[in-house]
């Protein structure tokens, strides 16, 4: 069980943007757990908004309708806030490689009005949602997403004066969210259809929607102006999850359909590029990559000597690699697969 976020440091209010979605609904509850006192949700999906007002039904929480590429919409919504947690985004990698050009008006443009709002409105800290996608991107939504990182370590560097501490969460793929692959595997176990999956092979790291608001937690506690933030994480291969997925829903030979790599995927990803763990500082759950926040007359910071370069970046295919066994007992961890195997009859207790 995480522990809440200190209501001693964040008394509100507070603005998450994308509010609605799997990790912004997560954020808001844990935010709700602290006693705070109003916490603003902007997003542009009024059913998805009108769905977590019935089933929050709680007075703190104020639902303001707009879009991130809206300049207008945004400044109204940050307008008087202590601190902004920046959820919004196009995250699916088909979707931003046949429409690029709105990964880019969502991702790019529309990080740079929130934090433009956020500083002149002296916001205190704006927490930046990022993925494993931006290191050595190859997809139109990793290039989104590291162009947000520039952006957002540019306001760190050039808006220094302003007291905003802007920062940077980059996590891997977060279990049984919205989009992702478990739910999918779930729906074709109860469908008694094959489990589709892009290439055995490949790797993914895993992470809860309770650990990804505990590294956004610990970078908002921890932050220093344009830091890079990354918990360490297990991986497994695609197929390995898949069978850890059926063995939980009483099949321990389902068939499993190869149907191929979609557009812009990799096969695994990666959280640090070597450049980065060069710099990193290792903090035992977490790694801070801190700003180089160097002008541009770099003449003035030479340095001699040499310095030692990582061989590898930090990749889903040399971090901890979960078994199906181990695979099994992450997931057992998730409320959600909890709740499914309830339904199916299954019982969680005894799965293992």
Known sequence: MTSPIPDAKIAGPVLVTGGTGSFGSTMVRRLLETGISEIRIL??????????????????????????????????????????????????????????????????????????????????????????????????????????????????RNWSDTGTTVSITRYGNVMYSRGSVIPVFVQQLREGKPLTITDPDMTRFLMSLADSVDLVQYAFENARPGDVFVRKAPASTIKDLALAVASLFGNEDPEIRVIGTRHGEKVYESLLGREERQKAEDRGDYYAVPLDARSLEYELFFDEGEKQVEDEDYHSHNTERLDVAGVKRLLLALPEIRSEMIAAGFDPESAL
Do not use: I, W
Request: net charge neutral; proline share 4%; hydrophobic share 40%.
């Open 43 to 156: 997003s542009r999906d009024e059913a998805k908004q009108d769905a977590m007002r019935r089933e929050l039904a709680d007075s703190r929480v104020k639902f303001h309708v707009g879009d991130v590429r809206d300049p207008r919409s945004v400044e109204d919504a940050v307008h008087g806030v202590q601190h902004v947690f920046h959820a919004a985004a196009l995250k699916q990698v088909p979707s931003c490689e046949f429409f690029p050009m709105q990964a880019v008006q969502t991702n790019v443009q529309g990080s740079d009005n929130v934090l433009r709002a956020a500083q002149q409105a002296g916001v205190e800290s704006v927490v930046c949602l990022s993925t494993d996608k931006a290191v050595y991107p190859v997809n139109a939504m990793g290039v989104s997403k590291a162009m947000m990182e520039k952006v957002a370590q540019a306001h760190a």
